[in-house]
């Protein structure tokens, strides 16, 4: 027990658990704020970075991965000729699983007409049970064989979706989940190129 | 030098009540990690992502509950050997997570922290088991001899703590995902 002097001059006995759970409760408060700062940190950190935007209309890299099914592994050229969506995607994160569900289901609508879908997944395929979604997805599913693939696409964080052109060029790269959005960065793999689209709109005022 | 049991007590209900309210904060997260220790076939498909984020909640709420308890109650010293079962079930989680699925987010702390199933993360559970057998010594009654008005006092400081973790746990999650 400490003695201890209250503001109106009584002096009362606090037990040590006491005055040692005060300070206990400070230190985790504390720590919390410093946790916050430090994970804010990152995620500037993380948005400061050359990533994702100068990504956009560079050159896809060509790349192995082991399709989940039949492990086999196969060769992605960036250059396929069709429009390409590759979704980054891990079967333990909520977020990826509605992605997967909502692009299965744009797919299914036919709302992408000729676009190779490819769900990529750094996990290795034992892990997919965890996820009901990504186990019964018709679209075909990945495994990729190199860490490189994700770097090369600035995919840390998941889920992201990449929208590739015909020509195997970045149009569009972000997290996005809902149908909407699926279909809004799709459009950017049929656009034109962005030197085209200058051209067009040149030939268009000079027709005017 | 009772001092270090009633301190490794104090550090245990704290961490209980940060972890429990962050895993409350992010409950979608923490399902994913129990959907890992769910052998395949036990639920049935249809019902595995409510089954899971059921137990991920009351897990994470019995934490936050043991953590208040502990920390307001000090004198029931069965919660102490409450909290080294849960410690030791922590061991046994990050063992078998070592094991299974080395380097996956264990999502010990929701949002707030990137914790994974890695050797560190067995070093900390035995740390946490370690301060788990400290907590259990006897202290003399008169440490720990709180009045009922000490033990509310301190029990409302918990929920204030474990509301602003997880508001914090909220806040990075978000932000995170942005």
Known sequence: MIPATSAIGLTMVVPVYLEMAQWALLLLLGLLVIVMFRQLGRLFNRESRPGRATLVDTMAPDFSYLRVGDNRELEFPAASGQPTLIAFVDPTCPSCEELVANLGEVAAAGELPGFRILLLTADPPSYLHISETFKSTRLELGAMTSRETRAAFDAATTPLLVAIDPGGLIRASDHVRSRGEILGLSRAATLPPADSMIELKAVASAAE | ?178
């Open chain 2, 1 to 178: 030098m009772y001092v270090i049991p009633l301190a490794a007590k104090l550090a245990l209900a704290l961490t209980l009540i940060a972890a429990g309210s962050a895993k409350l904060a992010d409950t979608r997260g923490f399902a994913s990690t129990v959907r890992l220790f769910v052998p395949p076939g036990l639920v049935p498909a249809t019902r595995t992502v409510p089954v899971t984020r059921a137990v991920a909640g009351v897990m994470a709420a019995g934490e936050l509950a043991a953590g208040c308890a502990s920390l307001a109650v000090p004198r029931a010293g069965w919660l102490n050997w409450l909290v080294l079962g849960l410690a030791t079930l922590f061991i046994v989680i990050s063992v078998v997570g070592y094991a299974r699925y080395r380097d996956r987010s264990c999502n010990c702390f929701g949002g707030l922290s990137r914790r994974k199933f890695d050797r560190r993360g067995i070093a900390r559970s035995l740390l946490i088991g370690a301060g788990g057998v400290v907590a259990t010594l006897p202290v003399p009654a008169s440490a720990v001899r709180l009045s009922a008005a000490d033990a509310i006092l301190l029990l409302a400081a918990a929920a204030l703590a474990a509301c602003a973790t997880f508001a914090a746990a909220k806040a990075v999650a978000a932000v995170s995902s942005a």
